[in-house]
């Protein structure tokens, strides 16, 4: 299991990049932050997330 913004999830295990795809999100727009440091989107294909792990994937909003 792991938490994402708050809630529990299954996880099989993978990459931040992995965990972006299961969400169904587009990496465009998002930052997402492990364990409490935001991962570079340029390490998100080699960043494991872990079970036990603390996700919290924050989308950018236009606006004003």
Do not use: F, H, K, Q
Request: proline letters at 8%.
């Amino acid at each position: 299991m792991i938490r994402v913004n708050g809630a529990e999830r299954p996880w099989p295990g993978g990459t931040v990049s992995d965990l972006v795809t299961e969400l169904g999100l587009s990496p465009r727009g998002i930052a997402v932050a492990l364990d409490g440091d935001v991962v570079a989107r340029s390490l998100w294909p080699t960043t494991p997330v872990d079970e036990g792990a603390v996700v919290e994937v924050v989308t950018a909003a236009a606006g004003g």
